[in-house]
């Protein structure tokens, strides 16, 4: 035999399945990228919170005035808070299923409720009712 030759006796015929696509050499294998896990934001939460408060401000300040006699005042305001309170229910609502600030968008979602002239008035009016009758 000669250097380059290579005695072949098998002791065991083992079948092979080669892929078409072989495995890149142990040199060239790149490392894992290494996933960061990004916190999510609170901003719905906090921006659903906040539209909450001033909501229930302007509300608060639209009674005072129309216990004062600015009506007029008072109903733009009134229907500011309309607005706002549902606008932060939205945000709220988003931010409580994305779970983007869960904690204060379940606060601003009941605020908003609580905020919201019209939703407030059927309130007081059903437990008025329920009170007098």
Known sequence: MSQGDIEHVPLKVVPMYVDEEAPAPVDEVQPPEIQVERKRTAIPGIVSLALAIIAAVLQGVAIALATAGGYGTASILAY???????VAFVVALVAVIANLGRRTGVAGLVLAIVANPVVLLGVL???GGRLVG
């Open 125 to 127: 009016g059903w437990v």
């Open 80 to 86: 500011a808070a309309i607005v706002g309170s549902i």
